[in-house]
Each structure stands twice: as C-alpha cells, then as structure tokens.
C-alpha cells in the first residue's frame, strides 16, 4: 500500500518519489534517464548510427526526454549529416515543451535551418513558413 503524502514547497519531488517507489523496479529503470543516457552514449561510441537513432527514439517514445536529450539528438545527426531527421528533431523538440523550453529549443533550430537551406538556395517561402510554424 503507497501513502500519497502532498507536495510542499520545500520538497516538491514528494509526490513523484512515493509513486515511483510503488512501482516494480524494472519499470522505475526502465523509465530512469539517467541509465537511457548512459546507454545513449554507449551507442554513439561504440554502435552504429541505427543503433543510436533507436536509442533516442525509444527515450522519445517513454517520454522522458528532456530538452537537452532533443538537443542532442538533433546534433548528432547533424554530425552524421542526417540534416533533415535533425530538424524534424528540434521540430518535435518545439511540439514536446511549452514555452521557455520551447523557445530555446526554437533559437538553437532557426539558425542551422536557416544556415542549411539559404545556403542551398531554397525558396524563401518554405523559410518563411518555418518561421511561422510554432505560431500556429
């Protein structure tokens, strides 16, 4: 039996830990971060690329990715050249997070995206329609 005790402002975290602890503990790591990243990192040293992408997309998919798990994604596609998987990346990053987080997340994206497709002198239009994008 969990007793639910209130969250109070000198321990807001009060709620949540009581939840988890009644979960089994192959649920509690299995949706832990802190071991996802550290299998993150393992792929990206010693996997493949496949591997990887699989890893953040299952993170993706738990839905315990944070904005510097999407920050990263979108970065070590960009250093595979995977440029459109990237931005599609910081897109669900935008979707994912309300706004300050978003708005970071939208800062880091509209330069590279910017930087990538003026380069290759793509249609102004389709810019500006990303810009517009999150305001929808």
């Known amino acids: 039996m969990t007793t639910y005790v209130p969250q109070t402002p000198h321990n807001p975290h009060v709620f949540t830990t009581i939840i988890l602890q009644s979960l089994p503990v192959q649920a509690r790591l299995f949706k832990s971060l802190k071991l996802w990243s550290f299998y993150i990192d393992l792929e ?72 990538r497709y003026v380069s290759l002198c793509i249609s102004l239009r389709y810019i500006q329609y990303s810009f517009h994008y999150p305001f929808r």
């Open 44 to 115: 990206e040293s010693l996997g493949t690329i496949e591997s990887a992408k699989a890893a953040y997309d299952k993170v993706l998919e738990l839905k315990i990715a944070n904005a510097q798990v999407i920050v990263n994604y979108a970065q070590f596609l960009e250093e595979n050249e995977y440029f459109e998987e990237s931005f599609k990346v910081y897109e669900r990053g935008v979707e994912l997070f309300t706004f300050p987080v978003s708005f970071e997340i939208w800062n880091i994206y509209l330069p590279k995206f910017t930087k």
